[in-house]
């Protein structure tokens, strides 16, 4: 290596041609992860600008690596001309940040400051997640908590800064004192519990177990949006001035007026949306929080991301109303395999399945089972279909492979 970059900033090192050379292109790849190899300390300023360029790129797709340095040597000219006459240096800092400010706004992207100021989604108040919750809460942007009792509760805001839970309880959200407006109101679902929740706009979402989602008390601004983790089905009431966005932690999805269910659940390797009717649009989050490309789905449609890959992939989806069977208390599957069917199943009602080593999840089975049911008729009606024995111990399940029955011996 010519240079000792040991001492190079993160600024210093977006200045160096050849840094960005091997970031954009590869060049002297072996020789870069070497010197990092040997200097350790400089990682952090690497994976920095590593982010930067990355920023750059996703806001670009269109333009070619070359494209890219000439993007950066536009800025390097723009802090050229602005450092002359100056001799402090955070000035020539935050003039390099603002050229990029302005160049990423010419090339279409929303402005630099969202790298340090959002997160990839919305930093939610609760600090449990669904998943380890023991009780269905509703959660105000003020951080006050309210239990949800009822196994299957119901909250409705009316518009006018009230909610009723299960037509019981009336919270006046006029007299919460709220010292953050960026936080939002929370509804957390344990496994093994639903919810069903009407928004300011009348917008219908049902929550199923072990799912989280923050809402506002009333929409503002250009656009109505909530956050998700976990599973729920929405009917969007139409509004064509106000597009609707629902957020997981990897998409976002864009709505005007629709039916649809999203499976976001972070334990599971793909993020679902399966489109009922209308129209939405599937779009990657990026890791500063904003959006790329554009998957349009039509009705009976699914769009499955992969978590690993970061791919949208799109087809048919037939039987649609399989989807959103759980928010009636059945589950139709056709051609899943017994795993995810019992990933489902040990959300829905809170157990943990075991399984003998040497007994494969992968067989695809398909069927109905009335989620009404106790957990141990459902899995006696899952052993005819999946072909599997059981034995309950508490919270736990366990599975192995059903034995065949040997012929007597005459």
């Known amino acids: 290596m010519e240079k000792n970059y040991f001492n190079f900033s993160t600024e210093e090192l977006l200045d160096d041609r050849k840094f960005v050379a091997w970031l954009a292109r590869g060049e002297n790849h072996k020789e870069w992860e070497l010197y990092l190899a040997e200097h350790p300390e400089i990682k952090p300023r690497v994976s920095k600008a590593r982010e930067i360029l990355n920023l750059l790129r996703d806001q670009t797709d269109h333009l070619s690596d070359e494209d890219l340095l000439e993007i950066w040597k536009s800025i390097e000219i723009f802090d050229t001309q602005t450092r002359r006459g100056s001799r402090k240096i955070w000035l020539r800092v935050l003039m390099r940040y603002a050229a990029l400010f302005f160049l990423l706004l010419f090339v279409g992207s929303a402005s630099f400051w969202i790298i340090y100021q959002h997160q990839k989604t919305y930093s939610y108040i609760s600090q449990t997640d669904s998943g380890s919750a023991k009780q269905s809460r509703l959660v105000l942007s003020n951080g006050k908590t309210v239990d949800l009792e009822k ?13 009723m839970i299960d037509n019981e309880k009336e919270i006046d959200l006029s007299q919460e004192v709220v010292t953050d407006d960026s936080k939002m109101n929370e509804v957390v679902i344990p496994f093994g519990k639903k919810s069903q929740l009407i928004l300011s706009d009348g917008t219908k979402v049902w929550l199923n177990a072990g799912s989280r989602m923050a809402f506002p008390t009333k929409f503002k601004g250009k656009k109505r949006e909530v956050f998700l983790e976990g599973e729920a089905y929405f009917e969007v009431t139409h509004h064509k001035d106000l597009p609707f966005y629902v957020n997981t932690s990897e998409l976002s999805v864009k709505v005007l007026g ?5 499976t976001a659940y972070e334990s599971d390797q793909h993020t679902e949306t399966v489109l009922l009717e209308g129209k939405v649009s599937v779009s990657e989050r990026s890791v500063f929080g904003l ?84 957990v141990d008729q459902v899995m006696v009606a899952l052993s005819d279909v999946a072909n599997i024995q059981f ?20």
Do not use: C
Not at 151 to 163: E, F, V
Not at 309 to 329: C, H, M, N, Q, Y
Not at 353 to 362: G, I, K, M, W
Not at 393 to 404: A, E, F, H, M, Q
């Open 151 to 163: 196994k299957n509760s119901r909250i409705a805001l009316n518009g006018d800064q009230k909610i």
């Open 258 to 262: 629709t039916r649809f269910n999203i």
């Open 291 to 374: 959006v790329k490309g554009e998957t349009i789905l039509s009705p009976n449609q699914r769009a499955s991301y992969d978590h690993a890959d970061r791919l949208i992939t799109v087809k048919s989806e037939p039987d649609v109303e399989f989807s959103i069977a759980w928010t009636e208390g059945w589950f139709k599957f056709s051609q899943q395999s017994l795993k995810e069917v019992m990933n489902k199943l040990q959300r829905y009602y809170n157990v943990h399945f075991l399984f003998d080593p040497e007994f494969s999840t992968a067989d695809l089975i398909s069927g109905k089972l009335d989620l009404k049911e106790s």
């Open 391 to 410: 034995r309950v111990d508490g919270d736990k399940i366990y599975v192995n492979k059903k034995l065949s029955v040997l012929p007597m011996r005459k």
